[in-house]
Nanobody
Framework: QVQLVESGGGLVQAGGSLRLSCAASGSILSINLMGWYRQAPGKQRELVATIISGGSTNYADSVKGRFTISRDNTKNTVYLQMNSLKPDDTADYYC????????????????WGQGTLVTVSS
């Protein structure tokens, strides 16, 4: 019913920048929570940043001051601007959204994207 498509990953040198995008499509009534998570090789998936419909944001300590999450509600899209990238930021990045779908009765789904790889070289 809802699909998330991510884009923007790639290879960048340390100190560089990337911008990730994640667009939702399907029978969407509203999206409250949007977030980015990442999973490095051999490690557990961890929270990077979240943003709720009112605009409040939350960041992992490791990315504060370097990453910025934003959303465009008209496009059902969440962005992650990543600056001053470090080799430790290398991971698969996944978006996640909390979506209320246009069904009867209404349903709330937590949906994940397929992931996009970010590689930061030293």
């Amino acid at each position: 019913q809802v699909q998330l498509v991510e884009s923007g990953g790639g290879l960048v040198q340390a100190g560089g920048s990337l911008r990730l995008s994640c667009a939702a499509s399907g029978s969407i009534l509203s999206i409250n929570l949007m977030g980015w998570y990442r999973q490095a090789p051999g490690k557990q998936r961890e929270l990077v940043a979240t943003i709720i419909s009112g605009g409040s944001t939350n960041y992992a300590d490791s990315v504060k001051g370097r990453f910025t999450i934003s959303r465009d509600n008209t496009k059902n899209t969440v962005y992650l601007q990543m600056n001053s990238l470090k080799p430790d930021d290398t991971a698969d990045y996944y978006c996640k959204m909390g979506v209320t779908v246009r069904t009867t009765p209404r349903r709330y789904l937590e949906v994940w994207g397929q992931g996009t790889l970010v590689t930061v070289s030293s």
